[in-house]
């Protein structure tokens, strides 16, 4: 008994050392997941403080991500790690995990880029390649965006990045193009007056720059005439399928018409009797 008491007393403050630092290392990762959800919180609110919410998914990811590496460091220094040593460690590993993942690297690296020169934000219509779509979060490796019919996509970083980017919204205003087709019989002053009238009576469509008319082409079957008209670029659609809905009852009102594709064919009679006299040469 007296053996026993005494390996108790000699063992009793390891124990409670290894029980106090256990304790407290509980306590460091609650404080760190009370920090880390202040800090996504606070970083959610910059926004009304004037910063772009397109820099706010990836700032919160950074910041989220800096507090969980800070408490951990703050646990292993508690059990008494070479947090020194340990942070070199996974500086070498760090390295070999990313010539592993270039690819990865690459879409972070995208990323970075696109929030630096900020060619498009959170909210804008975007195209790149055959992709066209509104732009709902730029994060580290991907980039989402809602297409016109309603999909959810999410595209590499670097995908985004290593294409021509058209941006639709980014403008204030949009140029809307008409071409309206008449018959070669008609009038063109009396196309281009419809033309006017349809601009006169579409208050939406801006004054500066004017509206311009033109005949754009003497194509097969019709004269071509061309609008081009300003409009903001939140009316841009609703303006262009208006003009469009009243643009042929207007030429038809006026009593111009819109030609259909044609063709003439004409027959040689000089080309059939030569054709039949080699058939009869073939046959003797």
């Not at 703050?74 to 390295?95: C, K, M, Q, W």
Request: charged share 25%; net charge negative; glycine share 8%.
């Amino acid at each position: 008994m007296d053996g026993l008491k005494a390996q108790m007393e000699e063992l009793w403050p390891v124990v409670m050392d290894v029980g106090l630092n256990i304790l407290w290392a509980v306590l460091a990762l609650i404080v760190t997941w009370i920090a880390a959800k202040l800090v996504s919180r606070a970083v959610n609110r910059l926004t009304e403080r004037g910063i772009d919410e397109t820099l706010v998914p990836v700032l919160e990811t950074l910041a989220v991500w800096g507090t969980y590496v800070i408490g951990g460091l703050v646990v292993l220094d508690i059990f008494g790690a070479n947090t020194t040593s340990l942070v070199a460690l996974l500086g070498a590993a760090g390295l070999a995990v990313g010539l592993a993942l270039k690819d990865t690297l690459q879409c972070i690296a995208a990323g970075f880029v696109l929030l630096g020169l900020r060619p498009f934000r959170v909210g804008e219509t975007i195209q790149f390649g055959s992709t066209i779509g509104t732009v709902r979060k730029i994060g580290l490796f991907t980039t989402e965006m809602d297409t016109p019919d309603g999909l959810r996509i999410s595209a590499p970083n670097d995908k985004v990045w290593g294409e021509t980017l058209t941006n639709f919204t980014r403008n204030a205003s949009r140029r809307i193009e008409i071409i309206a087709s008449i018959a070669y019989g008609d009038d063109i002053e009396t196309g281009m007056r419809v033309l006017r009238q349809l601009v006169a009576d579409e208050p939406r469509i801006l004054t500066d720059p004017e509206p311009a008319y033109a005949v754009r082409a003497l194509a097969d079957s019709s004269v071509n005439l061309h609008l081009r008209a300003w409009a903001k670029t939140d009316d841009y659609w609703d303006v262009y399928w208006e003009l469009m809905k009243k643009l042929k009852p207007a030429l038809e009102a006026e009593g111009l018409t819109i030609p259909f594709p044609q063709r003439e064919l004409h027959i040689v009679n000089g080309a059939e009797k030569k054709l039949a006299k080699a058939e009869t040469l073939e046959q003797e």
